[in-house]
């Protein structure tokens, strides 16, 4: 049996969401995003590089939004580009998708380790937690669900109270939004400090995109919520609009208390705004840890879901595209998932791989943004200037990542084709 059920609402949907995105970039983004702009710039260009990413975040989740409700299947753009674009245009999507969040597993899985294990135990406490929460996966779509919704509620409160202490104990100035980089400064340079600032701040942006990408997965469970048609839309867009609230609130009160450079200069810029206060430092480990095992168990459903739709077209083993009889997952496909995340977390440091992770997925929504584009009016629910918007911004903020991340998912997007080109030869040639 290869067909899932419809169990999830739009409150189920939208909570997945959520889980995905703040768990994904509040405790991870702030940091290389402000250390990217502030050569040349100041605390403003990092709320602006916010915007932008918002923007080009928003276009995309019409797109996703607007194909979701024609294809409710699951696989998200694999499907779509597949369906509107071809075969090939939708690999690409999957492909990109499922090495970029397979990669963005590992990365959560040592983020919440990072705050929860005990020194020198950070890599097996991570590889426990790919296994726990892949179980709770393989128990049900709805347990996945009622999980994220109560990690969801422990992230927010921590949130609150990070910023109600950081803004009580941290002296908090609104000057440091302007007044980061005295080089900068000094040279009149203004926000953006002329072209190399326009240029990190694009690609602040990019790695602040990394915080918006977990709308993907609402796309992703179209085949297990009721009335995708209509609770798709709705979900992901007002996963996107609570996520955009938070990272904004986050970003102000970061940039008051440390400033840009304060900012950059921490990996853990959250604890470091408090550290005045040891209880609420405390809090912020929590919530770090909470956000972390959040975006790990959406990712996993999201990926495993992708993997589930490959494999059903033979773009992966197929053996991978069968559902669980009792439970109604794609068990295969999650354990697949599972298994090669726990060989990263134990032999690779992924803490790092914002900007790889980024490519990844600044591909499949370009192809998402195309798709989107070829819908006939019957289908359409947005208009076409938004997926202009999107799939120019997924262009331009790819383009302005780190180099090393570029290069890299070029690399490995090129192996991915070369590796279909070899098995559709080889199908034709029998």
């Known amino acids: 049996m290869t067909t899932l059920d ?24 702030f ?17 602006i590089a916010l915007a932008v990413a918002a923007v080009v975040a928003y276009g995309n989740a019409t797109s996703s939004a607007q194909l979701a409700a024609q294809y409710p299947a699951s696989g998200g753009t694999y499907v779509y580009g597949r369906e509107r674009l071809g075969p090939w245009w939708g690999y690409v999507a999957g492909w990109g998708f499922v090495v970029g969040k397979t990669a ?4 959560m899985a040592l983020t919440f380790a990072a705050y929860a294990a005990p020194a020198g135990w950070e890599r097996p406490v991570a590889a426990l937690a790919v296994v726990a929460l892949a179980a709770v996966n393989y128990r ?18 921590a949130l609150a109270v990070t910023v109600a202490v950081a803004l009580a104990t941290g002296s908090p100035d609104v000057a440091r939004l302007r007044a980061d980089d005295a080089a900068a400064g000094a040279a009149g340079a203004g926000v953006l400090g002329g072209p190399a600032g326009w240029y990190g701040m694009l690609q602040a942006a990019g ?23 209509r609770t798709i839309p709705r979900a992901i867009v007002g996963a996107l609009g609570g996520a955009v609230v938070v990272y904004a609130v986050v970003a102000v009160t970061l940039l008051a208390v440390l400033g840009l450079a304060g900012t950059a200069a921490s990996p853990t810029p959250l604890a470091e705004a408090v550290a005045a206060s040891p209880w609420a430092g405390a809090v912020v480990r929590v919530g770090a840890a909470a956000a972390s095992l959040g975006a790990l168990l959406a990712l996993i459903a999201g990926v495993g879901r992708t993997t589930l739709a490959m494999a059903r077209e033979g773009d992966l083993p197929r053996p991978l595209a069968v559902v669980h009889p009792r439970f109604r ?25 914002i900007g790889f992770s980024s490519f990844g997925v600044l591909v499949y929504y370009a192809v998402a943004n195309l798709a989107a584009w070829t819908q006939a009016t019957p289908h359409r629910r947005y208009p076409r200037a938004l997926q202009v918007v ?25 192996v991915g084709l070369l590796l279909r080109w070899a098995r559709v030869r080889r199908r034709a040639t029998t």
Request: glycine share 10%.
């Open 390 to 414: 999107g799939l120019a911004g997924c262009v331009v903020l790819c383009a302005t990542l780190p180099v090393a991340a570029v290069l890299a998912g070029v690399g490995v997007l090129a």
């Open 329 to 353: 997952v794609p068990h295969r496909a999650e354990v697949a998932v599972a298994l090669v995340v726990v060989v990263l977390v134990l032999t690779v440091d992924l803490r790092g791989a």
């Open 6 to 29: 419809r169990r999830l609402t739009t409150a189920d949907a939208v909570v997945v969401g959520l889980s995905a995105m703040i768990g994904a970039g509040v405790f991870a983004a």
């Open 207 to 229: 790695l602040l995109f990394f915080a918006f990408a977990g709308y993907a997965r609402v796309a992703t469970l179209g085949e297990e919520v009721r009335d995708p048609s």
């Open 31 to 47: 940091s290389p995003a402000a250390a990217a702009v502030l050569p040349a710039g100041t605390g403003i260009a990092l709320l």
């Open 140 to 157: 049900g779509v709805t347990r996945t669900a009622r999980l994220a919704r109560w990690i969801v509620v422990v992230v927010l409160l």
């Open 104 to 107: 963005s597993c590992a990365a």
